[in-house]
C-alpha cells in the first residue's frame, strides 16, 4: 500500500496542476477558437459563419496597422535589448569594482510593472513635460524630440521603453551564462595569443548558444502579448498609429460587443507565437534525445 | 384546502411586501468618482429609508468597460446583479438576450409616459416595456469658453463652424491654444459629433450616423465634414494626444486655452475650480448647433431576478430612481439635467438652464439627436468604427475624400 502511494504520489501531486492547465489553457484555447467561427457579438453565440471573422479581420486597416506594429516592435525590441543586454552583461563580468550594485541598478527596472515604466516614459517623452522642454529650457530652442505625438513615430517609443525594463534582464541571464563558461577555455585561448575580441567571437559567444535561445522565446513572448505598456504609454494613439495585435484583441472582443472577431484575432497572435514557439521546442526536444 | 393556503399566502405576501422588509438590490455602476459617488449614496439612503438593502458593486475604470466585462460575465453564469448602469442601444441587446426585467407596471404606476420625453422613453423601452430607468441627460455638445482669453486676443466666441476657424485664428495670433482638446479617441469622437451636427443639421445626423445609411454616409455632406473636422487639427496643441479631457478643461479654466467642445460633466471641473458660469466661463452650445441638442442618457437596466423579494426591492428602486428627490440631487452634483420634465428648476445654474431650455425646444423641432461619441445612436461595433474613423482622421494627413472613404468602409465592415 505504502510503495503503491509512494510510486504514484508524483502524479497524485501534479494532477491538479495538470487538470487546471488543461481546462484554463487549452480548453479555453479551444473555446476561442470554436467562437472565432461564430458571429459572436456581445456574447457568446452558437451561429457559425466558417471564415468570415477572419475575412472581416484582414479587411480591417487597423488590424493590419497592428500587424505592422507588432512586426517592428518586436524585432527592434528584441535585437536592441538582446545587443545591449549582452554588452552591460560582458562589461560587468570584467570584474570591475561594485558589479554587484551596478547589476541590481540595472536589474531595478524589471521590478517595475509596465504600466508604471508606461507612465513614467509618457511623461519623459511628453514634448511639454519632459526631454523636449528640458533641452529647450537648456537653451536650445529648436531642439525637437516629439515622437510620442506623431503617428509615424509613435510605435519607437514603445519599442524605448520596453528596452528600458528587459535589457537589464536580458543581462542577468547573459551574465549568469558568462560566469558558467569554463575559465580554462578562456586561459586556452589567451595562451595561444587570441584577443579579447576573438575570444568573446569565436569561443564565449557559441557556448552561450541556449542563453540566446532563451533570451529570445522569452522577449519575443513579452512583445507579442505585449498589452499594458501600450495602453499605459500612448493608449494605442495617437489614433490607433501604436496599436498591436492584443490591444486590438481586447478593444474588439470586449468593449465593441464584436467577440468573433477577437477571437479570430486571438487565433492569429496563438498562430503567432507557435511560430515561434513550436520550432525552439522541437529543438529543444530533440537535442535531449540525441 | 390547498387553494386557501396560496390565497392566506399571498395576502401575507402582498402586505409584508411594501413594508420593512423589502429585500436588498445589488447594483452594478461605475460611478465611484466625487460628486457621482455621493449621488450613488443617495439613492442608498432613500432605499433605505423604504426598506431596502444596497449592495454595492462598483467596478471602477473609465467609461465602464471593465464593468460591462464584468456584467457579461456574471450574466453569463446566470448570476446577474438587479441593476446594471447600462445605456443606449446596449439595453435594446441585453433585452434581446432575455436577461432584463420588464418593471412596466411601476412605470404605469408612476406615469413615466408623461414625465419623460419620448425620445428618452423609448430608449428604456425593450418590446414597448419599460426595462431601465433614466437617472439624467447630459448635453454633449457645449462649448466652454474663457471670456478672459477672448477679450485679450479680441476675438468673439464663435457661432458658426466658419467662424469658429476665424477666431480661433485670432487667438491662435495672440499666442493661446485655440483650442483645449484631449487626442483620445472619445474625445476626437466628441469633437467630430459636434461638427456632423453642425455642418450637416439634424436630418443629416439622424440618416448618416443614427441610421447608418451608407448613402448618407457616402455624401458631399459628409466630405463637408471631414474638410471642417481636419482644419480643426492646426488649433490643437502638439501635446494633446492622449491627455484627458479634464486637463483640457483646467488649460481653459487657467486661461491657456480659450476653448474646449465636451459634453456638459465639463462644468463639474469649472464649478471645483470655484469659477461662476457668465463671468468665469461661458457655455454656449457648439458652432452651429445652437438649435439641436445631442444627448447621453445614464440609467439603470434591471435584471431578471429568481426570486420574488428581489423584484420587489427591484420594484421599489426603479421607483425611486424617476422620484424628483432623486433626480435633483444626483443631477446638481453631476452637472447633467433631470431625465423627468417639468422640475423645479431654481436650484440648478445657468448652463443647466440652458440645457433643459434647449432640451424641450429641440425635443420639438425633431433636432434633438443621440450622441454616437457616447454610445447612444449606434451599436458599440458602428460606434468602434466611426471612433477608429475619426480618430485616425483627426492624427494623420488625411484628405477630406481619404477620411470620408475610410468612413464609409469601417461601418459597412462593422454591420
Not at chain 2, 392566506?8 to 436588498?24: I, Y
Not at chain 2, 485655440?178 to 461638427?195: I, K, P, Y
Request: aromatic share 12%; with cysteine.
Amino acid at each position: 500500500m505504502f510503495d503503491y502511494l509512494e510510486k504514484q504520489l508524483p502524479k497524485l501531486i501534479m494532477a491538479p496542476t495538470a487538470i487546471v492547465m488543461l481546462v484554463c489553457m487549452y480548453g479555453f484555447i479551444g473555446w476561442t477558437a470554436v467562437l472565432s467561427f461564430t458571429k459572436s457579438r456581445m456574447l457568446p453565440q452558437w451561429e457559425f459563419v466558417g471564415w468570415a471573422q477572419y475575412e472581416r479581420l484582414f479587411a480591417n486597416p487597423r488590424w493590419h496597422v497592428a500587424l505592422d506594429n507588432l512586426l517592428v516592435f518586436t524585432l527592434l525590441f528584441i535585437i536592441i535589448a538582446l545587443l545591449l543586454g549582452l554588452m552591460l552583461a560582458i562589461l560587468l563580468d570584467r570584474n570591475i569594482r561594485n558589479d554587484g550594485a551596478l547589476r541590481t541598478i540595472y536589474l531595478y527596472p524589471m521590478a517595475v510593472s509596465f504600466i508604471v515604466t508606461g507612465t513614467a516614459w509618457k511623461w519623459i517623452l511628453n514634448p511639454g513635460l519632459g526631454i523636449e522642454k528640458m533641452v529647450r529650457d537648456l537653451g536650445f530652442t529648436d531642439f525637437e524630440f516629439r515622437w510620442l505625438v506623431e503617428p509615424d513615430m509613435a510605435i519607437y517609443t514603445i519599442v524605448i521603453a520596453a528596452v528600458w525594463q528587459s535589457s537589464g534582464f536580458v543581462m542577468a541571464m547573459f551574465l549568469a551564462g558568462l560566469r558558467g563558461v569554463d575559465d580554462s577555455l578562456i586561459k586556452a585561448a589567451q595562451m595561444d595569443g587570441a584577443s579579447t575580441f576573438r575570444t568573446y567571437w569565436h569561443i564565449i559567444l557559441p557556448v552561450m548558444q541556449p542563453v540566446f535561445f532563451g533570451s529570445v522565446v522569452i522577449l519575443s513572448h513579452i512583445a507579442i502579448k505585449s498589452f499594458d505598456l501600450v495602453q499605459s504609454l500612448t493608449g494605442g494613439g495617437p489614433g490607433y498609429a501604436s496599436d498591436l495585435p492584443a490591444t486590438f484583441m481586447y478593444t474588439h472582443a470586449f468593449s465593441r460587443a464584436q467577440m468573433g472577431l477577437g477571437a479570430a484575432s486571438a487565433m492569429v497572435m496563438l498562430a503567432g507565437v507557435m511560430a515561434i514557439i513550436v520550432p525552439y521546442l522541437y529543438s529543444e526536444l530533440r537535442g535531449k534525445k540525441s | 384546502m390547498k387553494t386557501k393556503l396560496t390565497g392566506l399566502a399571498l395576502a401575507t405576501m402582498m402586505a409584508v411586501a411594501p413594508s420593512a422588509q423589502a429585500g436588498e438590490v445589488e447594483v452594478l455602476h461605475w460611478w465611484t468618482s466625487g460628486g457621482e459617488a455621493t449621488s450613488v449614496a443617495f439613492l442608498k439612503k432613500q432605499l433605505a429609508e423604504s426598506g431596502v438593502d444596497w449592495v454595492d458593486f462598483a467596478v471602477a475604470g473609465g467609461g465602464g468597460e471593465s464593468a460591462m466585462t464584468v456584467l457579461k460575465s456574471r450574466a453569463i453564469s446566470g448570476n446577474s446583479p438587479t441593476a446594471a448602469q447600462i445605456k443606449g442601444p446596449s439595453i435594446q441587446e441585453w433585452g434581446e438576450l432575455g436577461f432584463l426585467s420588464s418593471i412596466d407596471d411601476v412605470a404605469k404606476a408612476n406615469n413615466w409616459d408623461e414625465i419623460l420625453p419620448e425620445v428618452v422613453s423609448d430608449v428604456m423601452k425593450y418590446n414597448g416595456e419599460y426595462v431601465a430607468a433614466p437617472v439624467n441627460v447630459h448635453r454633449v455638445n457645449w462649448l466652454w469658453a474663457n471670456p478672459e482669453v477672448f477679450r485679450k486676443a479680441g476675438a468673439t466666441i464663435p457661432t458658426t463652424w466658419d467662424d469658429f476657424m476665424v477666431q480661433a485664428q485670432k487667438l491662435k495670433d495672440a499666442g493661446y491654444i485655440a483650442l483645449a482638446h484631449g487626442g483620445q479617441a472619445w474625445q476626437d469622437a466628441t469633437v467630430f459629433e459636434a461638427v456632423v451636427l453642425g455642418v450637416g443639421g439634424a436630418d443629416y445626423y439622424n440618416k448618416a450616423f443614427v441610421q447608418a445609411d451608407m448613402n448618407a454616409l457616402n455624401s458631399a455632406t459628409t466630405k463637408e465634414v471631414f474638410e471642417t473636422f481636419g482644419q480643426l487639427r492646426q488649433f490643437v496643441d502638439i501635446n494633446s494626444p492622449g491627455r484627458d479631457w479634464n486637463l483640457a478643461t483646467s488649460m481653459v479654466i487657467k486661461g491657456e486655452a480659450g476653448m474646449q467642445i465636451m459634453g456638459d460633466w465639463a462644468k463639474g471641473e469649472f464649478k471645483v475650480a470655484g469659477k461662476n458660469p457668465g463671468t468665469d466661463y461661458v457655455c454656449v452650445a457648439a458652432p452651429g448647433t445652437s438649435g439641436a441638442y445631442t444627448f447621453n442618457v445614464d440609467s439603470f437596466a434591471f435584471f431578471n431576478q429568481s426570486d420574488a423579494e428581489s423584484t420587489q426591492a427591484q420594484k421599489v428602486m426603479a421607483k425611486e430612481i424617476l422620484s424628483t428627490d432623486f433626480q435633483r440631487v444626483f443631477n446638481l452634483n453631476k452637472g447633467s439635467i433631470p431625465a423627468r420634465l417639468g422640475m423645479a428648476r431654481t436650484e440648478f445654474d445657468s448652463c443647466a438652464h440652458d440645457s433643459m431650455d434647449a432640451f424641450v425646444a429641440s425635443s420639438a423641432s425633431g433636432s434633438l439627436v443621440p450622441s454616437f461619441a457616447h454610445g447612444m445612436a449606434v451599436s458599440e461595433a458602428i460606434s468602434g468604427a466611426i471612433y477608429d474613423s475619426a480618430t485616425q482622421f483627426f492624427n494623420s494627413d488625411d484628405s477630406a475624400s481619404e477620411g470620408v472613404a475610410q468612413l464609409v468602409a469601417a461601418v459597412a465592415a462593422a454591420k
